[in-house]
């Protein structure tokens, strides 16, 4: 009777050491069946919303407004969930102080335009900046907490979003700051208008997105993460070193939180306290799209943005993220797992 190659490895193993593997050796997953009949349930939802929007409002033009606002502005929540739901499924943290790192990526970038930096030529700065923030605070604080309570984490995390707040509030003060765009115009969008750094960050927030999926599924790297998020104990017998790899994932989920915050600049007002806002809303995109799921983040944020836009018209004079609460309620109670759960 002939062995496998799995039992190959552990004897192996039994004879003296672990056997390891070459990260490419990773045996290939099945491919995922693409969830058509949800895609169209939920692309249904949104005609209805649509039109009983339109019936709601009787004006056409505020519809075609409220839904191109709402997609643009979808697409950088999706940005912001997908660093939140990448640390969660590799360090299976949940990381309270993900919308700080956003708030001191718009001041870095605040400062950088002072200085006669392009608002998005601070990309380039915020975003390898926001990297190594990401691997020191992982390294010098949160490699301690793998593994313990849940609330351990939740405190440190929290404990690093006060932090990072308060070093703002006294070093930047309380005034409200804003980035300006040059040349920012109102673009004609069919009946609709939007700004053009809106569109740009629509824009950047989806290039962002792609390189980030990319990353996962196409290099080496992304089949190390993969492999770990999937199994960590598995993927440390396969040679991969799971220190790396969570310093690195949680340094791309910073940075993508700092890519974001130099994208909306332009069109938000910079306090210590606005990375509260898009914190919230990147929870809810999280748990909507699946936790651990880095595609269903990007789709959750564009449903999210058109949900807390059309609910303006719903809802009319009523808070924004009312409308988000619903549909997070009627997910929670219709599907808790998320639209989009990852598979095992």
């Known amino acids: 009777m002939t062995s496998s190659p799995d039992q190959d490895h552990v004897a192996a193993g039994n004879g003296g050491g672990v056997a390891t593997l070459d990260p490419d050796e990773l045996p290939t997953a099945a491919p995922r069946t693409v969830p058509w009949l949800r895609i169209g349930v939920i692309a249904a939802l949104i005609v209805v919303a649509i039109v009983l929007a339109y019936v709601r409002a009787g004006s056409g033009v ?26 969660f499924g590799v360090l299976d ?10 708030a001191l990526a ?16 601070a990309l380039a700065v915020s975003v390898p900046a926001m990297f ?5 605070v992982q390294r010098g604080i949160l490699a301690g907490a793998m593994g313990k309570p849940l609330e351990n984490q939740l ?14 509030l006294l070093f930047f003060g309380a005034n409200p700051r804003s980035v300006a765009l040059s040349g920012d115009r109102g673009v004609p ?17 989806l290039l962002l997105a792609g390189l980030l999926y990319l990353l996962l599924q196409r290099t080496r790297l992304g089949t190390a993460i ?10 440390q017998l396969v040679g991969i070193d799971t220190r790396v790899i969570y310093a690195v994932t949680f340094a791309l989920g910073t940075a993508c939180a700092g890519a974001a915050g130099t994208l909306v600049a332009p069109l938000v007002t910079i306090e210590p306290t606005t990375g509260s806002l898009f914190n919230i809303v990147a929870f809810v995109v999280v748990v909507l799209g699946g936790m651990g799921n880095v595609v269903g983040a990007l789709i959750g944020g564009l449903i999210i943005g058109l949900a807390e836009q059309l609910g303006g018209i719903y809802l009319p004079g009523q808070s924004p993220l009312l409308s ?21």
């Open 62 to 87: 505020v519809v075609v407004q409220a839904v191109t606002t709402g997609i643009l502005i979808g697409g950088v929540y999706g940005l912001v969930a997908m660093g939140l739901t990448l640390i």
């Open 93 to 102: 943290i949940v990381n309270f102080a993900h919308g700080s790192f956003l």
């Open 106 to 121: 718009l001041f870095l970038t605040f400062g950088l335009t002072q200085a006669g930096l392009h608002v998005y030529l």
């Open 132 to 136: 190594l923030l990401g691997v020191l």
């Open 155 to 168: 405190l440190i995390t929290l404990g690093i979003s006060l932090i990072i707040e308060n070093a703002l």
């Open 189 to 205: 969008i069919f009946e609709a208008v939007a700004n053009l750094s809106r569109i740009l960050a629509f824009v950047g927030a």
């Open 226 to 235: 993969r492999a770990v998020a999937a199994n960590d104990t598995g993927a």
């Open 324 to 344: 988000v609460f619903i549909v997070f309620v009627l997910v929670l109670f219709l599907r808790p797992q998320g639209l989009f759960r990852r598979s095992a």
